[in-house]
């Protein structure tokens, strides 16, 4: 069932993608989507303030299981998101995974079986996958 959702993700924006068909512009607008979702991002903490930013060096106790070690990292980031923020951030996630799709058309990939192999991958690498 996820792969036909994907898929179906994958068709329609075959199907949509008029202006922008060269890869140039695929790419181009792909980077840009990138740069919009950061943006909103920042403007929800610069703008909005529903959430902030409190980042220092993330500090390891010694001694610890590298399994122990994601218990001790911080994100840095405090709050939630309000609605208005929420909406536009995932707007924008939205558009890149728009422009994410053309490219694999593009470039005949399908996106499920990328996450199937990255899934897979982190399956096999666990923690070792480093990411």
Known sequence: ??????DEFQNS?????????SI???ITKLQESS??????????ITSCGCVT????KQELPDNISYDEVKNYMDNHLRGNL??????????EIGNNLF??????????INLYDVILKEC???????????Y
């Open 120 to 130: 897979k991958q982190i399956g096999t690498l666990g923690k070792f996958s480093l």
């Open 24 to 26: 140039l512009d695929i």
């Open 13 to 21: 924006v075959e199907d949509v993608l008029t202006r922008h068909k």
């Open 99 to 108: 422009y994410l799709a053309a490219l694999s058309n593009t470039l005949d």
């Open 35 to 44: 740069a919009r979702i950061n943006r909103a991002v920042i403007k929800s």
């Open 1 to 6: 069932m996820k792969d036909i959702l994907c």
């Open 53 to 56: 930013i409190k980042a220092s």
């Open 82 to 91: 309000c609605e208005s923020c929420r909406e536009k951030i995932e707007e």
